[in-house]
C-alpha cells in the first residue's frame, strides 16, 4: 500500500458483504505482505452497527492510515452508510463491481454472507496494489443519484399505465374503459406532476455546486444529450471524477463493440457485450434518435450508413458511442461543443 518498495512491517487487509439489516467484516492482518489468517464478525447496517465495527476494529489495532484497505461490493444504497464512516475515520475504501470482483474468484462453491466477505478480504489481499482508493462521498452526487432514480421510477409506471389503456381499449367493453380511463388518468396527471417536480428539484441541485453546472451545461451542448442524459451523466459518473476516457465510457454503457477472434476459426463481428449500465444506455439510445431526427449532421450520418447497408442499430449504436466521445471530450477541455457542420452550412 505504501509507495516505498520495502512492504511496511504490518499491513490490515478488510472485506465487508453488505446488505439491507447487517453486514459480515472479514480481516486478515499481514506481516511482510504474508497472508495471514482472517477473522470475521457480523455488524448490524446502522449507527449502532457501525459503532460495534469501530470498536472491533480498535481491538485488532486496525490502523487509520495508508496501511489499512478495505473492500466492498457497490449496492446502490446498502454500504452508503459503510462508506461514510471510512471517509469520516481515515480508512481507505475501494468500492469494487460485483461481476468482476465475483468473477475473479473464479470457480466457486458454496456461497453465504461470511464466505463472502472472507473472499473479499483475499481479493483485496491479492490485488491491493491495483485497486482505487473511493474518494469521499460527495453528498451533491448523492442526492443527484436518488432524484434520478425516483424519476426513473415514476418514468417507468406512468409508461406502464399508458401502455396499460392501450391495451385496453382495443379489447374491454366501451364503458368499463371509461371507468378505468379516468382513474389512470389521474394517475398519470399525478405522476407527471412528480416527475417534473423531481427534474426541477435535479437542476436545483446541479445548481448548488460550480463543477457540477458547469459539467452540467458543457454535456447539453452536445447534440444528442439533452438534461435528462447530461444529469445522468453526471451522477454515474460522479462528475466525471474517475477521469474516464470516452471508450471507457462506452464500455459502461455496454456500446463498445468488441471482436472474437481466437486462431484461424474462430472470427466474429464486433459486438456490443450484454453488461453495462442498461439505465444508461437506453437514455443514449432515446439521445441517438432524438439527434438523428433533429440535428443535421446526424441524419446525414445515419441515411449514409444505411444505404450502405448497415444495420438501423448498428447505426445507432455508432451514434450513441459518437455522443459519448464527444461528452466526455468537452467535459475535459471544459469547453462547449461546437457544431461545425452547422458553421459550415
Known sequence: MNKNTTPPIREFFMGIDVSKLHFDAALMISDY?????????RF????????????????????????????????????????????KHGIRIHIGNGAEIKWSFGIARGKNDKVDSVRLCSYCFKNVDKLKVAPEPDLAILKLKDLISSRARLVSQRAANKKHLKELKATSDPAIYKVVEKANKDAIAGLSKSIKALEAEIKRVLATSETLDTNYKLLKSV?????????????????????????????????????????????????????????????LNQGARSAVQHNPEYKQYYDRKIKEGKDDLWVINAIKNKIVLRAVAVVRRG??????????A
Open 33 to 41: 505482505r504474508r497472508q495471514g489468517d482472517i477473522v470475521t464478525a
Open 44 to 87: 448490524e447496517n446502522n449507527a449502532a452497527g457501525l459503532k460495534a465495527f469501530d470498536k472491533w476494529m480498535k481491538e485488532y489495532q486496525v490502523s487509520r492510515d495508508e496501511n489499512t484497505l478495505l473492500v466492498i461490493e457497490n449496492t446502490g444504497l446498502y454500504h452508503r452508510l459503510i462508506w461514510n464512516f471510512c471517509a
Open 223 to 283: 447534440p444528442g444529450i439533452g438534461p435528462v442524459i447530461a444529469a445522468y451523466l453526471i451522477s454515474c459518473t460522479f462528475n466525471f471524477a474517475a477521469n474516464r476516457t470516452g471508450k471507457q465510457l462506452a464500455c459502461y454503457a455496454g456500446i463498445a463493440p468488441f471482436g472474437i477472434e481466437s486462431g484461424t476459426s474462430v472470427k466474429r463481428k464486433p459486438k456490443v457485450h450484454k453488461m453495462g449500465n442498461k439505465e444508461l444506455k437506453a437514455l
Open 335 to 344: 469547453n462547449p461543443y461546437v457544431d461545425k457542420y452547422r458553421l459550415a
